[in-house]
């Protein structure tokens, strides 16, 4: 089954602990890209990748960071997390066409800094 | 850069066809119009994808008029089930770095 999977589902942590959400997607898709999505702001792009080894930062990049070492894996780290990142994070994917992506997107994170 | 503008939420019933606006004044010459469906706890899912004119596939329309300044997502008849938040989002023009610009979501709540 074509998927993106996320893990974890749900995260509790406290401030300045490292955490990483990992993403895979087996559809072969060289975009991938994470969100957040908070109340009243809807989705915000976090970074993004057009292929492997090829990261960009989107609209709210600061405190994240990603790697593409493989085309399948798009892992999310906060080095020192805050409680301003407390949020639903989202892992997408796309075939890369250039804004014609029809994005796929994992469940979701829900994650919790306090 | 464009900005996507949609209604907050609607309120429609079962069995009618509901249209929800999405305005895009600044698109791109080459951005594309797509629209996703979220549900509660889930990933958006898509639905719909346009450039101009008409679409249709088995589940919505898409309309957009000839200055795709504005579009319109047409779900016929819709159910219960129909009740979730719907994003536009406008994107891909290749001299706007191929960015991505969503809109906030539009509410859906279908009543029996």
């Known amino acids: 089954e074509a998927q993106v999977t996320q893990n974890p589902r749900y995260l509790i942590t406290v401030t300045g602990k490292k955490l990483t959400v990992t993403c895979s997607q087996n559809m072969n898709h060289e975009y991938m890209s994470w969100y957040r999505q908070d109340p009243g702001l809807g989705l915000r792009q976090i970074y993004y990748?057009?292929?492997?080894?090829?990261?960009d930062k989107g609209d709210v990049p600061e405190g994240y960071k990603v790697s593409r070492k493989e085309k399948r894996n798009f892992p999310l780290i906060l080095e020192s997390p805050s409680p301003n990142q407390t949020s639903l994070y989202f892992c997408?994917?796309?075939?890369?066409?250039?804004?014609?992506?029809?994005?796929?997107f994992g469940s979701g994170t829900q994650l919790s800094v306090l | 850069l464009a900005k996507t503008t949609q209604p907050i939420s609607m309120d429609s019933y079962e069995g009618q066809e509901v249209n929800i606006t999405c305005s895009h004044n600044n698109i791109a010459t080459n951005d594309y119009i797509t629209w996703y469906q979220q549900f509660p706890s889930q990933g958006p899912r898509f639905i719909i994808q346009g450039y101009k004119t008409k679409v249709t596939n088995e589940v919505a329309s898409l309309f957009i008029p000839a200055d795709r300044k504005s579009s319109t997502l047409s779900l016929p008849r819709v159910s219960l089930s129909d009740t979730a938040v719907y994003y536009c989002l406008v994107g891909g023009d290749p001299d706007s770095n191929y960015q991505l610009i969503w809109g906030a979501g539009t509410k859906l709540i279908i009543k029996p």
């Open positions: 990748s057009m292929n492997v080894e090829v990261t």
């Open positions: 997408a994917s796309g075939r890369g066409d250039r804004g014609r992506e029809k994005l796929f």
